[in-house]
């Protein structure tokens, strides 16, 4: 909200200030506004909470319920509950890819994952302090989008190596897939431009539209789930400072290097000897997020921003929360140096259920936009490199139109 905090634990300091107040306690005390707090911000460790999740005609859902009048639950236990991702700690259903399932969470269950929670709780928590404390002045935020990018596979066919060509030609060859050989031929002979390079035209597009953007490369060793270029392959290398030259890039951390520190510093290592800049920013390779292995990975490889926080198979806010927000590691019960950047839309996500749903996908991501805006925050997108057909080219126009 902007406002400047002084936290104490003196109730006699407190009794004599003339500034606005808020009581977090169970003690009654008049002229402030009061809050009753839950056990989980004075408790140490990681404890299972029996969850109840009521609606409210104010608040629209809320959990740690109390016997307050103005504020029944406590909003500063519930708000940490969430940006902590305090459920990820807990014993949880994993998908396929060993991650956190959206299914397991709070907010999927209780209709919410679509609203940026918090957001409305400090929307109405700053309408309750603004009435009762008029002289209070909250600082006025502004929206921002930035689109960022994954580049999993930088090229389709150019640029592979000798070894990954001749595959390439066996396997279509296998699948009598003819159409698969011509445009294979055509790309690395040079007569026809690479499928998966759309980097011109996202560049042109972004500068046109004033659109800030990052591009997340993958660098990591081949393997089942890393399938892009070498990292010694040199045009690879040119198409990354040539990027980094009118965008910010980032680290795209292999499914490899997943709870492997070293092979995290390799490749940081590697894009930052390439970009010849320390490499501070990342985001997650199938966004896989495991607490607290994966951020305190991130911290001693010296990352500083994250742009990890969604879900890859549903549109939504992971944290329930559009702001970047600062890491709590709860089992060191340390505030962290991690700014955390949630995403809440992902291009794939928009396709999968536009065809499941037969309805545009611009008509699917509308309701998630207008959430973002209405509270002032920061919508970020993800797109990939290896889906921009034509198709995907012309709805990428229209949502930045709808973004910006």
């Not at 994993?94 to 399932?101: P, S, V, Y």
């Amino acid at each position: 909200m902007g406002l400047e905090v002084i936290q104490t634990f003196n109730e006699e300091e407190f009794l004599i200030s003339t500034y606005p107040k808020i009581n977090y306690s169970d003690k009654k005390i008049d002229d402030c506004l009061s809050i009753k707090p839950h056990s989980i911000l004075f408790d140490v460790g990681i404890k299972d909470y029996p969850l109840e999740v009521n609606n409210h005609a104010q608040f629209s859902k809320i959990f740690f319920r109390t016997s307050g009048l103005q504020i029944p639950f406590d909003f500063f236990g519930s708000a940490f509950w969430l940006l902590s991702r305090y459920e990820e700690y807990l014993p949880f259903k994993t998908d396929e890819h060993n991650r956190f399932n959206y299914r397991s969470s709070l907010a999927y269950q209780y209709d919410f994952i679509q609203t940026p929670l918090i957001n409305v709780w400090l929307h109405e928590l700053q309408a309750i302090l603004q009435n009762k404390f008029p002289l209070l002045k909250f600082k006025e935020k502004k929206y921002r989008f930035i689109s960022t990018i994954d580049i999993d596979n930088a090229f389709k066919f150019k640029h592979k190596g000798f070894v990954r060509a001749i595959a390439g030609y066996l396997k279509d060859l296998l699948h009598k897939d003819r159409t698969g050989i011509k445009d294979r031929f055509k790309v690395i002979s040079g007569s026809k431009k690479d499928p998966f390079d759309c980097y011109d035209f996202l560049i042109d597009t972004n500068k046109k539209n004033g659109v800030e953007a990052i591009y997340f490369f993958l660098l990591g060793d081949y393997g089942p789930n890393d399938k892009n270029q070498s990292a010694t392959n040199l045009s690879f290398q040119s198409l990354i400072k040539s990027m980094a030259d009118y965008s910010k890039v980032g680290i795209h951390p292999s499914y490899g290097s997943t709870n492997k520190i070293q092979q995290l510093k390799v490749e940081i290592s590697r894009l930052s000897n390439i970009i010849h800049t320390p490499v501070t920013i990342s985001r997650q390779h199938y966004s896989i997020l495991r607490f607290p292995q994966t951020y305190n990975n991130l911290l001693q490889a010296g990352i500083e921003k994250d742009y990890s926080m969604g879900y890859t198979n549903l549109n939504g806010f992971r944290a329930s929360y559009c702001f970047p927000y600062q890491w709590y590691n709860i089992e060191n019960e340390m505030l962290t140096g991690l700014t955390i950047h949630p995403f809440c839309i992902t291009e794939n996500t928009l396709i999968y259920y536009s065809k499941k749903e037969n309805k545009a996908a611009s008509e699917l991501a509308m309701p998630i936009i207008n959430e973002v805006k209405k509270y002032n925050g920061l919508l970020i997108s993800i797109f990939h490199n290896d889906t921009f057909n034509e198709e995907i080219k012309k709805f990428y126009l229209d949502f930045l139109l709808l973004a910006k």
